[in-house]
Each structure stands twice: as C-alpha cells, then as structure tokens.
C-alpha cells in the first residue's frame, strides 16, 4: 500500500443505507462504486462506504440554475 490512512473516526454505511439517503436502488449504488464514482471499503462481499464519500458525492451533484450539472470528477468547458 502506497499510503496509510485512519479509519478510526470513519463512519460507514452499508450500500442500503446509502441506496435509501439517495433514494435510489442498491444498484444503482453498486454500478457507482464499481464505476469509481463513489469510493468503498469492501469488508468480505459486502461493500461499506465513508458517510463523507456520500456527502462529497451529493454536494458535487448539485444543479445549477439552468436545469444541468457537472458530473463529479469532470471539468466543465465553457
């Protein structure tokens, strides 16, 4: 491992916890972590994610006012 990080303070959900905040299905859920747009830790065959991915996720997906949005991790040409 190329770097070491604390897990001590870490707050995970499962994917159904995160697919009911969203209000979406867990496969949805899946399809993003497998996809690397939401970071998980997986913990035998099942998946936990940080509750912070989830809340930098949702804040990174907001709308703007013209009715589109920037898809997390993709730059905006003007």
Request: no cysteine.
């Amino acid at each position: 491992m190329s770097q070491e990080q604390n897990f001590s303070n870490v707050n995970f959900l499962t994917v159904q916890e995160v697919a009911e905040l969203m209000r979406v299905s867990k496969m949805t859920v899946y399809r993003m972590v497998h996809a690397g747009e939401l970071p998980a830790v997986r913990f035998g065959r099942s998946y936990r994610v940080p509750a912070n991915a989830v809340e930098s996720f949702l804040k990174s997906a907001v709308v703007d006012g013209t009715g589109s949005h920037v898809a997390p991790g993709s730059a905006q040409t003007g």
